[in-house]
Structure formats: structure tokens, C-alpha cells
């Protein structure tokens, strides 16, 4: 299907960005990787009158990953995040979910930062970054603003963002030592977006879990954290029983909706299996076998 008709734009500075931004507002959209906002115009669910391609803009290029945290620029692919040693090692949970997002093709094109700015709350991204408790900076003319990311997504492809605003990085704390991550997700095919996936992270310290984040995502309108979970999980062994006590949680707390891929009640069993799958896996990450 071909797109309907728009103004392309190609800034060369984020200065220029912001300013066609702050003069076209409502009437501009980003184009970044285009793997997202493409299919949106051509399935006329979205018609930008003009159309901000942010691609060729120096300023957005950042990826900096290490022991004191990881700094992701809007520019930065999927796949240069899956294959950076950097990101493997101080951001984990990143580069376990770059696998899980569409095919090699999209990743080659898509953004990571991309996908967080367009918030479809099946997408692994933003799960990511609520586990981590990232930060994200959004600039406009008149300047810059920090945004955590439990405040960041607001419903189904709505967030924070002003419409004069540009995602310019997210900011990923430092990955602690003694912490294990994983990415887990049922997908109806390969490559599908998720029908329900987690987000986990566990630490663990003289034998006990010290601290836990589990981040769902295809499980309601945002990605979603289960405190009380987490909470369940602190203090005892990484093992089998921590982790059924934290699923069957899960599975009381989520409220997910239904539809023509699967009941709520059929997401809420899977997000109670992905619970105790998804924890295991993070410990087997730092050698912990539950
Ligand atoms: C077949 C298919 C399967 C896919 N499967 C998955 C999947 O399993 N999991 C998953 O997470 N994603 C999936 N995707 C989406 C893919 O990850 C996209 O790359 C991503 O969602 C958007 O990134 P992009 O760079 O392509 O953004 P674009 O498509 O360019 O933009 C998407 C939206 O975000 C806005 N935007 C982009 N960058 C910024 C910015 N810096 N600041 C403010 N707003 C911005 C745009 O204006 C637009 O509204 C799939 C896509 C396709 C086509």
C-alpha cells in the first residue's frame, strides 16, 4: 500500500530537528527507522503532513556502554545494540532482547530508542527500560528534560513526549555485579510481537535474592512491573519455590486484555510461566541453577 502524501524533511543538526518540530508540532512526525511509523501511514492509521527524517543527524549517534552505565542515542539499531560486545556485557537485559524483536531486516533499520518513543505495549523495549529503571531525554527548543521511565509510557502508542519533543537517548544505571538478567516471551510465530513477555532482572547475595524487577510486557495498555512480586521474591534462596511464589503473584495481579490472539485469562497463565522461566533463566546467567 503505497503512503499518502507528506512533506519529507531531512535536518543535518538537532538544532534543525527542534526547530521544524517547534514549527510544525502536531502536523510532524519523526521518522527514525521507519520500521513502525511506515506501516502506520500506509495503513492510514496515522497522516503526518510532514515528515521529520532524523537520520542523518550526528548529535544522535551515541552508544556508550560501560561499568558506570550505557547511553543509547536515537540512532542506534537494534542490531548494532544485539552485536556490541559493550552493550553484552554492562547491559544485558538490552542485548537479551534484541533477538526477540521482528526479523534481522527490521532490526538492521529499527531503533531502539524508536521503539520506545512509539510505546506498543507488546514491544520489548520499553519493558527493558522500566526494568532497568531507565531515564530517558527528550529535547525541544526550549531545552532539555530528563523523564523516568515508570512516567514515560502513558497508554497504547502514547507517552510523555511533547509533540515539539525529540527522544534524544535513554540513559541504562549501571548493571550491578552481582545481578542476572533475562527475556522471555510467547509469540504466536518468530519474530511476531509478543502475546506476553517479561522483562526480569534478580540479584543475589550470600545465598539470598536482594533485589528483583519484573517488567511485563502484551499485558496491558503499558509495560507493567508486579511490586509485590518483586517484593515476595527478596530475602529467599533463587530457587524453584521463590519463583512459583512470584508467578503465582504475577498471575493474580496482571490484568491483560483479550483478544483474537489469546483470552485474558490465557495471558495471565503465561505470564505466571514466563515468571518462573524467565527468573531461572536470569539466575542461570550468574550461575545460580534454581
Ligand atoms: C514485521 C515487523 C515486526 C516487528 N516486530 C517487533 C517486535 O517483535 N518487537 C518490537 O519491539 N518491535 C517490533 N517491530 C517494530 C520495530 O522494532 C521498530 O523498529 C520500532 O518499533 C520503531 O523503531 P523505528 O526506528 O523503526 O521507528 P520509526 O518507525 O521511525 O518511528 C516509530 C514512532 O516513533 C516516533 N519516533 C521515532 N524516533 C523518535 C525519537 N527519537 N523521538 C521521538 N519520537 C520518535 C516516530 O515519530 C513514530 O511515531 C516490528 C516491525 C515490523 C515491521
Request: contains cysteine.
Amino acid at each position: 500500500m503505497k503512503n499518502p502524501p507528506f512533506i519529507y524533511h531531512r535536518p543535518e543538526s538537532l538544532a534543525e530537528a527542534l526547530a521544524l518540530l517547534a514549527e510544525f508540532g502536531d502536523d510532524a512526525k519523526i521518522l527514525a527507522g521507519g520500521q513502525s511509523l511506515l506501516p502506520v501511514m500506509a495503513l492510514r492509521l496515522g497522516r503526518p503532513d510532514h515528515v521529520v527524517d532524523i537520520g542523518r543527524i550526528p548529535e544522535l549517534l551515541t552508544l556508550d556502554a560501560g561499568p558506570s552505565g550505557t547511553t543509547i542515542g536515537a540512532l542506534v539499531r537494534h542490531a548494532e545494540a544485539e552485536r556490541s560486545a559493550a552493550i553484552a556485557t554492562h547491559a544485558p537485559l538490552v542485548a537479551a532482547a534484541a533477538p526477540h524483536i521482528g526479523h534481522r531486516a527490521i532490526r538492521t533499520r529499527g531503533t531502539l530508542v524508536g521503539s520506545v518513543a512509539h510505546a506498543d505495549p507488546a514491544a520489548e523495549m520499553p519493558a527493558v527500560c522500566l526494568a532497568l529503571g531507565a531515564t530517558m531525554v527528550a529535547a525541544s527548543v526550549g531545552g532539555t528534560r530528563l523523564i523516568d521511565a515508570a512516567d514515560f509510557h502513558e497508554g497504547y502508542l502514547t507517552t510523555a513526549l511533547e509533540p515539539n519533543e525529540i527522544l534524544t537517548e535513554i540513559r541504562l544505571p549501571a548493571w550491578p555485579d552481582d545481578a542476572g538478567g533475562a527475556v522471555v516471551e510467547i509469540s504466536r510465530r518468530h519474530a511476531d510481537y509478543a502475546l506476553v513477555g517479561l522483562a526480569c532482572i534478580i540479584e543475589v547475595g550470600d545465598g539470598s535474592i536482594t533485589g528483583a524487577a519484573l517488567a511485563f510486557f502484551g499485558a496491558d495498555s503499558t509495560p507493567v512491573r508486579v511490586a509485590d512480586a518483586e517484593a515476595v521474591l527478596v530475602g529467599r534462596p533463587p530457587a524453584e519455590s521463590a519463583f512459583a511464589a512470584a508467578a503465582e503473584i504475577v498471575s493474580a495481579r496482571l490484568d491483560p486484555p483479550s483478544d483474537i490472539h489469546g483470552t485474558a485469562n490465557y495471558r495471565k497463565h503465561i505470564a505466571g510461566v514466563l515468571t518462573r522461566r524467565g527468573l531461572a533463566e536470569a539466575a542461570a546467567t550468574i550461575g545460580v541453577t534454581a
